[in-house]
């Protein structure tokens, strides 16, 4: 049984573990609800919840509940002496084996080459690539935040380039590298409660504001597939740009 008392890699250790993928538990009720990667003492920080920037989040939130309750956040290393990108792909698998946690998805845990449904692959891999013919910017959405609207799910919060994503003709959603939804974005403004009243403030994020794109873009885009240089293996943005 490991010593609850360590809370850090001998530097020693931390030189040879590279990176690491790494499951947090509740222990409580033995229930994993995040999934990370990292180097060094990565793992240690995040359970006792000294790295966040989303204060806000469901996973901050678990974690000071079982602080409150006196308890210690477990956690399992489940691969280490990777490569950046080999995590990208072990943290990603472990994301969708494990439906329900509280990972923020920004795109390589939803990535274009992960759990999918035969239909789906079939769909996605014989639909017609996209041509953009307007700057697009490309949002790769978090499935389970389909469940409210797509709309929704698309605009609301994200890690960008103001500046750039005014330039924007269309805003496409996409689900693993297939299109699903084109907006047009009236406005960009900051991710917080006073701008789009009823959600959550996100530090240092934008959110728009704007509505379906015209019948003609929808036509356009919609159903298409996006061209192999914007799905990248192992890319863990979500936002990217097509001018």
């Not at 996973?59 to 990108?85: N, Q, W």
Request: aromatic share 10%.
């Amino acid at each position: 049984m490991p010593d609850p008392k360590i809370d850090s890699f001998p530097s020693e250790v931390a030189e040879k573990l590279q990176y690491y993928v790494y499951r947090l538990i509740d222990p409580r009720n033995g229930e994993t609800f995040y999934i990370g990667k990292g180097k060094g003492n990565r793992v240690f920080a995040h359970a006792r919840g000294d790295i966040e920037t989303d204060s806000l989040s469901e996973k901050m939130t678990r974690i000071r509940s079982i602080h409150i309750a006196g308890f210690d956040v477990a956690h399992v290393i489940h691969r280490h002496g990777l490569s950046e990108k080999s995590a990208f792909e072990v943290e990603a698998a472990l994301i969708d084996a494990y439906p329900g946690i509280t990972n923020i998805m920004d795109g390589h845990g939803n990535s274009d080459f992960g759990a999918m449904h035969s239909s789906e692959i079939i769909k996605k891999y014989s639909a017609e690539t996209a041509k953009f013919e307007h700057k697009a910017l490309l949002i790769s959405v978090n499935r389970s935040a389909l469940d409210s609207s797509l709309y929704e799910a698309t605009r609301y919060a994200w890690r960008l380039s103001k500046k750039k994503a005014n330039e924007a003709e269309v805003v496409l959603a996409t689900v693993q590298g297939l299109i699903v939804g084109a907006f047009v974005a009236d406005e960009w403004i900051e991710a917080n409660t006073a701008n789009f009243p009823g959600r959550e403030t996100v530090e240092g994020r934008y959110g728009f504001k704007g509505h379906e794109a015209p019948v003609e873009l929808q036509q356009q885009y919609v159903g298409k597939r996006t061209p192999d240089e914007f799905r990248k293996k192992g890319a863990s943005n979500p936002i990217k740009y097509t001018w």
